[in-house]
């Protein structure tokens, strides 16, 4: 597999160029062109379920539902590469803000498809569908959109990888449950949770929750770090993910696209392409008080 080396430097003249290439660099680094087109050949042997993508455009939110009641969402080939899809309508939205991911049916995601992993045997098959995976999933998670999973039912395997490696945020039923059960597999995560998850929780207890393949709670989850919030159904998600993004569509882009790139520099480029903005000059004339002392 090629390695993509995605470098450069800021200035006023080239800043747009290069925070262009720095959402590429996870995406990049993970697959080359000619092996996206060998996963996908290897991807359609493994058919069932599909991603539904809604956009609202009033609220600048879309909903990405996996859709495979009968498995509860398991993650198909057909999944994956629909979930491929979803990224890049999603990355030509210029008007959206966020999306929510969750699974039909009260159930996030069971994890891989089990006929899937029983049919692909070989290092280098799992090779190729681990860095897919991941490569979709990093999509996703670098896209300019804030993003949460709602977990309802539970959150397995690849499915708790997804949660992490997809989104910003996980959202969680209070009865949900979540669990990198993989070691009970036979396996470890590959398709970016463990790198994920030691950026929420720490080395430590990405260690424990990976090796013991337990599941955690709702409360557990939040406890630690895992879990950002506890909602009800799925419109207490979405009320949630729209009071997160109700900010100008410049804004939230801004605030996730600084994250992304995660320099100094960026963020006082971002901060600067926003101080002569009609959003800072309406606040301004709003004479908004953020606090009010009685």
Known sequence: MENCQCTGSYNNDSFVSVQKMHRSAVICRCLSTSSVSEAKKLLLKYPGGRVDVQKNESVGIATV???????????????????????????????????????????????????????????????????FAQFVFGKLKNLPLVSAAFVEGAALGGGAEMSVAACDWRLMAPDAKIGFVHAKMGLSPGWGGTTALTELVGPSRALELTCSGRLLTSEEAKTIGLATDSVSDLDGAFKWLESRSAGPVEVIRACKEAILEGTLDAEAHRHATLWGGEAKMEALRKKIKHLKVT
Do not use: V
């Not at 890049?88 to 959206?96: F, M, P, R």
């Open 65 to 131: 539902c996996l859709q495979r009641p009968d498995k509860k969402n398991a993650i198909s080939g057909q999944i994956l590469m629909e979930l491929d899809a979803a990224a890049d309508t999603l990355a030509n939205w210029s008007s959206g803000k966020a999306f929510l991911l969750y699974g039909t049916n009260n159930f996030f995601c069971s994890g891989g498809d089990l006929a899937m992993s029983l049919g692909t045997a070989t290092y280098d098959e799992g090779l190729l569908l681990a860095k």
